[in-house]
């Protein structure tokens, strides 16, 4: 059974950094393309960073380019994702993703909160 676990959230200042992290199980993790998504509240759920199974990273959020970086430890089977100098605006559920055998798989994710 495919499992994914995101964890590292909190409540966080303007300006501050979150390492978020994603325990997956269930798979071989090391073969697949993994990916962050954000959900904030009355809002859709959008794609933030993507990683391939050879580590070439792709961050798809306009406004998170130039301060997010998504890794992956294949030996831990974690996925994770650095966010520095948050901003009010990325408060929201993060969760991280895979496509296998063609179905969408996510974690129940973890809430950030920017907030002064």
């Known amino acids: 059974q495919i499992q ?3 964890s590292g959230g909190g409540v966080v200042q303007p300006g501050g950094s979150l390492r978020l992290s994603c325990k997956a199980i ?3 993790f090391r073969e697949y393309d993994m990916n962050w998504g954000r959900q904030a509240p009355g809002e859709e759920r959008d794609m ?11 961050v798809h959020a306009d406004s998170m380019k130039g301060r997010v970086t ?4 294949n030996v831990r089977r974690t996925l994770y994702l ?5 901003e009010p605006q990325d408060t929201a559920v993060y969760y991280c993703n895979t496509n296998y055998r063609g179905r969408s798989y996510w974690g129940r994710g973890t809430q950030v909160t920017v907030s002064s």
């Open 48 to 58: 933030v960073a993507s990683i391939t199974r050879t580590g070439e990273t792709t």
């Open 4 to 6: 994914l676990a995101e």
């Open 70 to 73: 998504v890794s992956r430890d």
């Open 26 to 28: 269930g798979f071989n």
């Open 82 to 86: 650095q966010i520095d100098n948050l």
